[in-house]
């Protein structure tokens, strides 16, 4: 499972690591939000350029970003792939059949521009946190107590339930699932219907666990007692490090809407003065 690895990186010692909780939560995120509003296909390089740089500083190894981007990657894949061949009018090039679409090839590439750096920025903060000082950060800049419950127990049980898949996929196949050699793409449907067994008793099992957890929570006082203390890491104040690297990080996500926003009016005229 991809997210059984990602607290392997965090103790490693970057100056991404030494980046108070706080503020690397807060400058990554609006950062986030800067890519997603990149329009202009001259700042994609820009983009991902920057991400390479964080991503350079944290220290982490590059075989940890690409197993982590290899499943979201091949679902963008599937989505992008057409664009190309069917949006657009401008004809970049014919080969038989086949058709390259200038709009379709710039709007591949945004897209996967933009999923390339944010999903890096996105396990930069995940690969250099602690999942529970990340909890903390949130929590201290204002999340629901109960919705920092709900994620740190959804993020603790994905391991029992992946544990939980793994145990029922082998008590299957010592009985003979899956012994039976079968063409690519071409599912019977008993085979069908032993995974959605499959499927039903793993919800059913998740649902029983998350309420026998739930009933010994409240057996011991949850919900009732005191709000726990944040974290003190989480809160510790930031050293001049922290400020330096959230100053760079938030000017560069404000020069990158301002230039976006420069070149899409630029852009603009251009179209306006050719008509």
């Not at 903060?125 to 999942?131: A, C, I, K």
């Not at 000082?133 to 994620?151: E, K, N």
């Not at 852009?267 to 306006?272: D, G, I, K």
């Amino acid at each position: 499972m991809g997210a059984a690895g990602l607290d392997t990186y965090v103790h490693r010692d970057s100056v991404i690591h030494r980046w108070s909780p706080r503020l690397k939560l807060i400058s990554l995120v609006v950062l986030m939000f800067a890519f997603a509003t990149v329009r202009q296909l001259a700042l994609v390089p820009w983009m991902l350029g920057l991400a390479a740089s964080l991503y350079g500083l944290s220290g982490l190894p590059v075989v940890f970003l690409r197993q982590r981007l290899s499943y979201p990657g091949l679902f963008i894949l599937a989505l992008v792939v057409l664009l190309p061949l069917t949006v657009g009018d401008t004809v970049l090039g014919e080969w038989g059949w086949l058709t390259l679409r200038q709009e379709g090839l710039v709007a591949t590439l945004l897209i996967v521009g933009r999923f390339l750096s944010i999903l890096t920025l996105g396990f930069i903060l995940l690969g250099t946190t602690p999942f529970l000082t990340l909890l903390h950060a949130m929590r201290s800049l204002g999340l629901p107590t109960i919705l920092a419950d709900m994620t740190l127990l959804s993020y603790r049980y994905l391991f029992e339930i992946a544990a939980m898949l793994t145990t029922m996929q082998q008590a299957m196949g010592l009985r003979g699932f899956g012994h039976k050699r079968q063409r690519w793409l071409h599912i019977n449907r008993q085979t069908m219907e032993q995974l959605a067994m499959l499927a039903g008793n793993l919800l059913i099992r998740s649902y029983e666990q998350s309420d026998r957890v739930y009933r010994a929570m409240r057996l011991r006082g949850y919900g009732y007692g005191a709000r726990s203390a944040v974290g003190q890491r989480a809160t510790a104040q930031p050293n001049t490090l922290s400020w330096g690297l959230t100053g760079v990080v938030l000017a560069a996500a404000v020069a990158l809407v301002i230039a976006e926003g420069i070149l899409r009016q630029g852009w603009m005229c251009q179209a306006w003065m050719c008509q």
